[in-house]
């Protein structure tokens, strides 16, 4: 066989190496009747964008072995969707909640793939209230959780400090696939050079921002632009603060995918 030339060779291995910035979207509003469709269509709508997607159906899995009938059908919904990354909510207090309830936690979502009427397997879970890294004593705790939960067939692991790690950041990293780095209001992301609210721009591709309180007027267009410039792993922008809100989620799937940028450059404010 022909080798290929070496500016084709050279744009495949660019190509295979570009991470797609995706939705990291709180799904914490119950999904009654009709009430996740724009999730759904979203979904669709852009198969080439990541959805990442967390679940929480009662501050963690619940009690049950099973979770209720209205989320296994929503759940199987979106495991039918190749670009969609089902995560399980389970909160650790900064690193001081019991361990062993956290593990409880990953033992009861990784159950979910043994439900034979219907796919609910879950991909991943969603650590919140995770620390800043300052107290090394917590790295520890986080590198067990996500080993318990890749070894428990829960591939996709995420922290959410909120904020940016201030301390063995590549040790962090290392041990998560995204990490939150910035949940915070939209104001408060627009007000300071977006370098500002992370670690170290080597990170960015696992970097993940949750803007809040967006207000209706703002330019979602502009913000995920410069997501995509500075190869972040995933992004979102609600309107709420509680998440229970799902309207900004076509806006900004449609900004994700027309969006087009060179990554890690330094960024200047909006």
Excluded: C
């Amino acid at each position: 066989m022909n080798p290929l030339p070496l500016e084709t060779a050279t744009a495949l291995t660019l190509a295979s190496t570009v991470i797609s910035t995706g939705l990291l979207v709180p799904l914490y509003t119950w999904p009654g009747t009709d009430a996740w469709n724009t999730i759904y269509d979203s979904i669709e709508a852009h198969p080439s964008i990541p959805f990442y997607l967390i679940i929480n159906p009662s501050t963690g899995p619940g009690d049950t072995e099973y979770p209720e009938d209205v989320f296994i059908t929503a759940i199987a919904k979106l495991n039918s969707y190749s670009n969609a990354k089902v995560l399980g909510y389970t909160y650790t207090e900064q690193g001081t909640r019991d361990s062993s309830k956290v593990e409880k936690d990953i033992d009861t979502y990784s159950n979910w793939a043994t439900y034979t009427k219907q796919n609910i397997r879950l991909s991943g879970i969603f650590f919140d209230q995770a620390p800043n890294g300052e107290d090394p004593g917590k790295l520890a705790y986080f590198q067990n959780l996500s080993r318990k939960s890749k070894n428990s067939g829960l591939n996709t692991v995420i922290f959410n400090p909120g904020v940016k790690i201030v301390a063995d950041v590549a040790k962090w990293f290392a041990a998560a696939d995204l990490i939150v780095e910035y949940e915070d209001t939209y104001a408060n992301w627009v007000a300071v050079n977006p370098d500002e609210h992370f670690s170290t721009p080597d990170n960015y591709g696992k970097d993940a921002v949750i803007l809040n309180q967006t207000p209706e007027d703002a330019n979602i267009d502009d913000v995920v632009r410069l997501a995509k410039d500075m190869g972040l792993g995933a992004i979102y922008l609600a309107s709420d603060d509680n998440y229970m809100s799902l309207t900004t989620v076509p806006k900004v799937a449609v900004a994700v995918a027309q969006s087009r940028g060179t990554r890690h450059r330094r960024h200047s404010r909006f």
